[in-house]
């Protein structure tokens, strides 16, 4: 949680109690005012004396940062400076979407488990070490799916770093990231960003799960668009992706959180501890559609608190908007529409290579 989220939430209850606007002898105080009431970093330096301890908590962190070097990056970087100036020029009729996967959120079993997060600071009580349950070890786990549709600015020396952030949180195990969900899930929140206004280029730079030469994925937006313009990122420069930038705001939904999913009866609890891998307990859904229902129910509580946890975040004074999952039904849907395109296409032949092949061009 950050300081001025802290602020903002305090508001809103003080609103709710005594009315909007509020009264002006209700004094808010400064952000400022507000951090140096926690302690200091480092006791021992001399900004700390400004410090008033009143909240008998401090940050702490924990640092990991890597990088590794692609012979491709000078060229990804180069692709993406062009489209950035692409964009700019066609400002007018252009859709900007960076989307990206974030790292596996881990959900304890029998015990509450740490999120995992790393890199960013979390307030704990002052003589309390920041401990949770090893996270390394657990066989349910969420995906969160972001998507940033990029305010386009004006000029290329001006930020790519403003717009609406998209978030949604996947159950690894029965709700997988593949091509056409996404496809589905950013053509939902493509009519929901642009209603009636739906522009007529998209300039994508997805990761790998969002592949858009898949045939199906590239007939979706074709739907809507006359030009698509799909840049990735070199491999190991994902930080490159704009939506990845976006992770750090929202490790703040996910700083100094344990999970744990609630606990099914005895039997499918048994079914489900022998089970030691994601294959195993799929094959063991399929013959036992109750155990699949169930593990699925379990975690709902844990993708609403982190659903709740995330609405609060803003990037740029816009708040995050959590969108629903893709269901089988939207996926038929969409397909029924892209089939009318190309009629040898199949829900489960996506890629460019079979299409192709069926047209006898390879």
């Known amino acids: 949680m950050s300081i001025s989220d802290l602020k903002k939430i305090i508001i809103q209850k003080l609103e709710s109690k005594y009315g909007a606007p509020l009264n002006s002898e209700i004094c808010i105080p400064s952000d400022e005012y507000i951090r140096l009431q926690f302690w200091p970093k480092n006791p021992a330096t001399q900004t700390a004396s400004q410090y008033t301890g009143r909240f008998n908590i401090k940050y702490k962190i924990q640092t990991r940062q890597l990088s590794k070097f692609h012979p491709d990056a000078h060229y990804c970087a180069a692709l993406f400076q062009y489209m950035r100036l692409f964009s700019i020029k ?8 960076c989307a990206d996967d974030k790292h596996k959120i881990a959900i304890g079993e029998g015990i509450a488990t740490s999120t995992g997060v790393r890199n960013k600071k979390s307030l704990v009580p002052q003589n309390v070490d920041l401990t949770s349950s090893d996270h390394d070890y657990t066989k349910l786990s969420l995906t969160p799916s972001v998507t ?3 305010d386009i600015p004006e000029s290329i020396n001006e930020s790519f770093y403003h717009g609406q952030v998209y978030v949604s949180y996947k159950d690894t195990t029965f709700q997988p990231s593949t091509a056409i969900q996404h496809a589905t899930e950013i053509y939902n929140n493509i009519k929901k960003q642009h209603q009636e206004n739906l522009p007529e280029m998209l300039l994508l730079s997805p990761n790998r799960h969002h592949l858009h030469d898949y ?10 668009v006359v030009l698509i313009i799909d840049v990735r990122t070199a491999p190991y420069h994902s930080w490159m992706n704009p939506a990845e930038r976006v ?20 039997i499918l609890e048994d079914i489900f501890k022998s089970k030691n891998t994601l294959e195993e307990i799929c094959l063991a859904a399929e013959g036992n559609k109750q155990l699949a229902i169930q593990l699925q129910k379990s975690i709902e509580e844990v993708q609403s608190l982190l659903k709740e946890r995330t609405i609060r975040l803003s990037l740029n004074e816009k708040s995050f908007q959590h969108y629903k999952l893709a269901y089988r039904m939207q996926i038929d849907e969409l397909f029924e529409k892209i089939y009318k395109i190309d009629e040898t296409l199949e829900l489960h032949e996506t890629s460019l290579r079979n299409a192709l092949s069926k047209h006898g061009i390879l």
Request: net charge neutral; charged share 15%; no cysteine.
């Open 90 to 97: 066609f400002r007018k009729y252009t859709s900007f979407i």
């Open 148 to 150: 940033l549709f990029i």
């Open 215 to 224: 045939a199906n994925v590239g007939n979706t937006y074709t739907l809507m």
């Open 247 to 266: 992770m750090s705001i929202l490790n703040l939904a996910l700083q100094g959180v344990t999970l744990q999913h609630d606990k099914m009866d005895d």
